[in-house]
């Protein structure tokens, strides 16, 4: 694909997992009480941020009321309240919220997009769907050329990661783990903002702008201090 603007329009309108068309489409449908009335997007969801981005920061899949509601990357949930907030405080966002697309968000050097753009059942994509989503990370991973630090939320997302640059063996998942992979760039772990987490305290929030700090902090090095 040429260009971003191209990338989204692919991702928006792909159909490949009729799976997950179908559970996006249920859940616009049944809606949760906070949100009913509201116009649900359900339709895959493209990544978003800085074009000029150097720290890309990477999610599993789209939640079904979240992304999949408000047609945008960690939207209007739980899991981006914390993100955002972070992110913001690492100087990768201008406010430290995102609850629609029209609330003003901008990245600043920063991008973030989910490995699986739909969402699946019980948050757990199968391998097929995983395998059919990875194009389109490919594909914003060769058009993102400054990008300097994958951070990868949770080890499914880390395994995707893992997965587009061909790592073998693949390395184990880890907290500020640190990965360095091809062209220059480096995979940083980081648990998942998900509520399970940050509710059992599993990750809090210094945890979790220590990661952010570090990836801004990596991603303004040159490329060939990130080789090992």
């Known amino acids: 694909m040429r260009s971003l603007v191209e990338l989204e329009q692919r991702v928006v309108g792909c159909r490949l997992c009729p799976r997950l068309v179908a559970h996006g489409e249920h ?3 049944h809606p949760r009480p906070a949100f009913a009335g509201q116009d649900y997007w359900a339709r895959p969801v493209p990544g978003f941020g800085d074009p000029g981005a150097r720290v890309y920061v990477l999610g599993l899949a789209t939640s079904a009321h979240g992304g999949n509601r408000t047609g945008r990357a960690f939207t209007g949930n739980a899991t981006a309240d914390w993100l955002v907030a972070a992110m913001h405080r690492a100087g990768l966002a201008n406010q ?3 609850t629609h697309r029209g609330d003003g968000l901008r990245l600043h050097g920063a991008w973030m997009a989910s490995a ?3 969402a699946p059942p019980h948050d757990r994509p199968t391998s097929d769907e995983r395998r059919a989503c990875a194009r389109y990370l490919d ?3 060769e058009l993102l050329t400054g990008v300097r630090v994958i951070v990868c ?3 499914l997302a880390w395994n995707a990661a893992a997965a587009w640059d061909g790592l073998r063996p693949r390395p184990p998942f880890g907290h500020g783990r640190e990965q360095p992979v091809g062209a220059g760039r480096l995979l940083l772990g980081c648990y998942h903002p998900s509520p399970q987490n940050t509710r059992t ?3 809090t929030e210094p945890m979790l702008d220590d990661v952010l700090r570090r990836a801004a ?3 303004a090095r ?4 990130m080789r090992s």
Do not use: I, K
Request: aromatic residues 0%; proline residues 8%.
């Open 217 to 219: 902090a990596l991603a």
């Open 116 to 118: 699986v753009r739909c």
């Open 201 to 203: 305290g599993r990750l």
């Open 153 to 155: 939320l949770g080890a």
């Open 222 to 225: 040159p490329a060939e201090e």
């Open 139 to 141: 594909a914003e991973l």
């Open 27 to 29: 859940a616009a449908a």
């Open 96 to 98: 430290p919220a995102s």
